[in-house]
């Protein structure tokens, strides 16, 4: 079946960076576009960012641009999401979520969730 | 980007009622819609997508319907596992958004 687990997550200073970690397994990776998707403390969803299946492109959403950057490593079933300049606003469990289209374009939805990494970013 | 508003933010209902939810677009999506739901606790689960297809495994008491800038996600017949919030999300364009969200609550 279908697994992504995500690591990384934890307490960070305001300003300062952290990179979020998600192995898969149970599908093909390399084929799939994949997503983080946020969600604050008793908050709504917000979409972060999507990759590409190939890495060949990528896209955020506005809060998050021009401080995070998603990649993947396809040879080793894994996408990442670097996050810099942190601030309290991005305190947050963080999903990594998988596109249901294989190949070419992303679809833009979510098939299959992770369980979620916590960020806390607190002095 | 575009805004997702979604209605009532908070719903009470009973065992057996049809339940309608809505989400409105701040533009034109066509049908690039996705509903979820979610438990308190528990990821979000994909239950509609293209609008009105039911994901494989969704009971069919979940339907959505709409294009353009409205639409509706209907119970026929709330279910005690129906008590959930409900996220309505378009994927229009390559900045997603999701809605804000209806909580079903027991009446």
């Known amino acids: 079946q279908v697994q992504l687990v995500e690591s990384g997550g934890g307490v960070v200073q305001p300003g300062r960076s952290l990179r979020l970690s998600c192995v898969v397994s149970?599908?093909?990776?390399?084929?799939?576009?994949m997503h983080w998707v946020r969600q604050a403390p008793g908050k709504g969803l917000e979409w972060v960012a999507v990759?590409?299946?190939?890495?060949?492109?990528?896209y955020y959403g506005e809060s998050v641009k021009g401080r995070f950057t998603i990649t993947r490593d396809n040879s080793k079933n894994t996408l990442f999401l670097l996050m810099n300049s942190l601030t309290s606003e991005d305190t947050a469990v963080y999903y990594c979520?998988?596109?249901?289209?294989?190949?070419?374009?992303?679809?833009?939805?979510?098939?299959?969730w992770g369980q979620g990494t916590l960020v806390t970013v607190s002095s | 980007d575009i805004q997702m508003t979604q209605s009532p933010s908070t719903l009470s209902a009973s065992v057996g009622d049809r339940v309608t939810i809505t989400c409105r677009a701040s533009?034109?999506?066509?049908?690039?819609l996705a509903w979820y739901q979610q438990k308190p606790g528990k990821v979000p689960k994909l239950l509609i997508y293209?609008?009105?297809s039911l994901e494989s495994g969704v009971p069919s008491r979940f339907s959505g319907s709409g294009s353009g800038t409205e639409f509706t996600l209907t119970i026929s017949s709330l279910q005690p596992d129906d008590f959930a919030t409900y996220y309505c999300?378009?994927?229009?364009?390559?900045?997603?958004?999701f809605g804000g969200g209806t909580k079903v609550e027991i009446k």
């Open positions: 979520v998988k596109d249901p289209r294989r190949g070419g374009t992303v679809a833009g939805y979510s098939d299959n």
């Open positions: 990759i590409s299946y190939d890495g060949s492109n990528e």
């Open positions: 149970g599908f093909t990776f390399s084929s799939y576009g």
């Open positions: 999300q378009q994927y229009n364009s390559y900045s997603l958004t």
């Open positions: 533009q034109s999506i066509s049908s690039w």
């Open positions: 293209k609008a009105s």
